[in-house]
């Protein structure tokens, strides 16, 4: 199933709220988004130790697989 990139926006601002309402090491609801980012890339940080797993790897598959979302649907800036 293929994503636009607007879904995809979506999708993780959702993950996020989820997040800071749920889990007080997320912080407060009305955290900033960028700590919120942070925070959970930290954790998968330490999620991936934890599995054996290679972080570095993983995000630049991540990216890859950016550029090439980007690149198929440019994402324009606005807002939520």
């Given at each position: 199933?293929?994503?636009?990139?607007?879904?995809?926006?979506?999708?993780?601002?959702?993950?996020?709220?989820?997040?800071?309402?749920?889990?007080?090491?997320?912080?407060?609801?009305?955290?900033?988004?960028?700590?919120?980012?942070?925070?959970?890339?930290?954790?998968?940080?330490?999620?991936?130790?934890?599995?054996?797993?290679?972080?570095?790897?993983?995000?630049r598959m991540a990216?890859?697989?950016?550029?090439?979302?980007?690149?198929?649907?440019?994402?324009?800036?606005?807002?939520?």
């Open positions: 199933e293929s994503a636009c990139n607007a879904e995809r926006v979506c999708k993780v601002r959702t993950l996020l709220s989820s997040l800071t309402q749920h889990h007080d090491e997320y912080g407060p609801p009305n955290q900033s988004l960028d700590e919120g980012i942070i925070d959970l890339l930290a954790d998968l940080r330490h999620l991936c130790d934890a599995e054996g797993l290679d972080f570095a790897e993983f995000d990216h890859d697989h950016y550029k090439v979302e980007l690149t198929a649907e440019p994402f324009t800036t606005g807002g939520s």
